[in-house]
């Protein structure tokens, strides 16, 4: 390979593979230094293996990398990290420890390299430290915090904040605005700027297309562990990235709706939970679908979990067709007929160790027991079989575990352990986080499957042309509190987004 100008990144020929799955194939990838290069491509194209062999998390691939021309060896995180490279994964809760305060998280790679014969740690020094950093990021969050209370949006900041500490040449950003609000998105944009302007090369993975062509100068598409397309983003129009990464055209993002809607079957009345939501009423039709919509921090998720018998503080009461449910925890919940896709699949949704099998049939072994004590393999095995082939879930066997899955594959095995349960309410809470076009119209598929089921549908999102484009009835929530309710098809996302900041329409 050619020397190339001070600056440059360059992977050449990166093959690894997995068992069963070739995840990536002769890769060829480059970045320069000041610039933000979007990765793209379908859950499963290998972008964020390709990255986790740059950040030095995979060490059996084959091929080289090279910094301004020069071959530099990475088989580890520290390789990477000497050599100037951090990443901000998706899952922020596998990097951050929960039990220390943000300050101990964000100066974590500080003190583990500058304890060295070191006896004694100065705290205030490391908190004021910590500050600085927050600081510069223009990020108001209390260092001597545990991570445990932060929300979702906050701890991607704290990770955020911990790659900037040391001397950082390229910063990989992993869907790095998924659990963000637009301010919170827009003060991370201001940020890129800045570390661009400083000469840090950002390699920027989104599966939203506005975000990339406001912060991304190159674009990279990939697909079935290759490079199918690289250049200029502004030489790249957006209906020709999503077809670079599917392959074939996208038509109709939402499906068309089959059924009818019948009378109320699900009710909540007076939902509480001290500090997050505050008398929320709200009922579902069989058949249904309805959304929850609201900017991060609205509420949302702690409804949906209130709902499941998921937060011991809530209060109120669900009905199903009349009936009074004991929904005290996620056992009564699902005893009830309650299920819940948590936003945080990996952490809630799934068990990652586990087998795509054993995740797939998690909540409904009975069905799969001799005697109720024993389980029937090969009745486990069938069924998870049966619900691969029927949900589209790229893996090589039942055998597979749920980690080496793509986002979007893990989020239809979270979806499709509750298709197997048969429930009556299924609760949705942000389902196409960090998933890309053509995984979410499957999910949007089995959304609409289990509505035309008679089922009743409840789906939290922060995506308002998701709710347009998929729900009859949207509840908007601000502060806890549920602020509307709208018609969808009497509606616009202008009107969702006045209500969800807490604004009032004028008559």
Known sequence: MSAKAAGQLAMKDISIAFPGVQALSHVDFEAAAGRAHALIGANGAGKSTLMKVLSGAHDHYSGEVFLDGKAISIRNPKNAKDNGIGIVYQEVDTALIPSLSVGENIMLEQTVYGMKGKHLMNWRKLHREAEAVLSRMKVSIPTRRLVQELTLAEKQLVLIARSITRECRFLVLDEPTAPLSHTETERLFDLVTLLKSEGVGIIFISHRLPELYAICEDITIMRDGKVVHSDRIANVEQHAVVEYMLGTKLDGQFPERS???????????????????????????????????????????????????????????????????????????????????????????????????????????????????????????????????????????????????????????????????DAEVYIFDEPTKGVDVGAKRDIYELVAELAARGKCVLYASSEFPELMGLTNRIYVMYDGKITKELLTEQTNEEEILLYSTGGLVKA
């Open 259 to 421: 059924g009818s809607i019948g009378e109320i079957a699900f009710e909540a009345k007076g939902m509480k939970d001290p500090g997050k939501i505050d008398d929320v009423t709200l009922n579902i039709r069989r058949g249904e679908i309805v959304g929850i919509g609201g900017l991060v921090g609205a509420g949302k998720t702690e409804l949906c979990r209130a709902l499941f018998g998921a937060s011991e503080s809530a209060a109120g009461e669900c009905f199903v067709d009349g009936k009074l449910l004991d929904c005290r925890t996620p056992y009564h919940a699902v005893r009830s007929g309650i299920a819940l896709v948590p936003e945080e699949r990996r952490r809630e949704g799934i068990l990652v160790e586990e087998s795509v099998a054993a995740n797939l049939t998690a909540a409904s072994l009975k069905q799969y027991t001799r005697f109720g004590l024993w389980i029937s393999r090969r009745k486990e095995y069938a069924a998870a079989a049966e619900r691969i082939a029927a949900l589209g879930i790229k893996a090589p066997g039942p055998d597979t575990k749920v980690k080496h899955l793509s986002g979007g594959n893990q989020q239809k095995v979270a979806i499709g352990k509750w298709l197997l349960v």
